[in-house]
């Protein structure tokens, strides 16, 4: 049975190795293809060590790390995350933003990936000043080669989560993908919920 336990700040580190490579693993999968690296994972990990009311909920399998979402108030985001939502006029305090959700394929279906969203939000409830809250996903051609034969998109599953798609926020995220000599830029779409 997994076990699900929040972290913020200086108690994360000792699990910043274990979790740049669940990354990795997780993301190398098709819709990301991500050709990651442990050096950029724990830099990229380290914002969430730093932030103010950042939350990363880890998901263990007795000692070993299976899953994780982060979430950190928008504020505190990148510029290409937070770009849309001001050109938009939203409230960066009142938007908290779900970075990413990363499970090991043999624990998916089991409940494991509605509980890393109620831990999240949960822990924006409970740091309060927050109207919304939102996440993005790369947006794949249906014809694209690499695309997995009866490959079911997270669409449902985000929706039975309240999260509503909203096209008119956009952004692109740059990484290297399998294949790729050089990162190269990916669309990404936002979903967004009242919190």
Do not use: N
Not at 6 to 33: C, H, K, M, N, T
Not at 38 to 52: S, V
Not at 75 to 94: C, M, Y
């Amino acid at each position: 049975m997994l076990r699900f336990k929040r972290f913020s700040g200086e108690a994360l580190v000792r699990y910043l190795p274990e979790l740049a490579q669940l990354r990795i693993r997780v993301f190398r999968d098709w819709p990301y293809l991500y050709d990651g690296d442990l050096a950029y994972e724990e830099r990229y990990l380290q914002t969430y060590i730093q932030a103010p009311d950042s939350i990363i909920v880890l998901a263990f399998d007795g000692d070993h790390v299976v899953g994780a979402s982060t979430g950190i108030p928008l504020v505190h985001e990148t510029p290409e995350v937070k770009q849309p939502f001001i050109e938009a006029g939203f409230d960066l305090d009142r938007v908290f933003y779900c970075g990413e959700s990363v499970l090991l394929s043999a624990y998916r279906g089991q409940g494991a990936g509605v509980e890393l969203f109620q831990q999240r939000e949960a822990h924006a409830h409970e740091v309060g000043g927050f109207d919304l809250c939102c996440f993005c996903g790369v947006q794949r051609p249906d014809d694209h080669p690499a695309r997995p034969a009866g490959y079911v998109p997270l669409d449902d599953f985000w929706r039975k989560r309240g999260y509503r798609k909203h096209p008119e926020l956009s952004t692109t995220f740059s990484w290297k993908e399998s294949g790729e000599a050089h990162e190269s830029p990916k669309p990404m779409a936002f979903w967004m919920k009242r919190l």
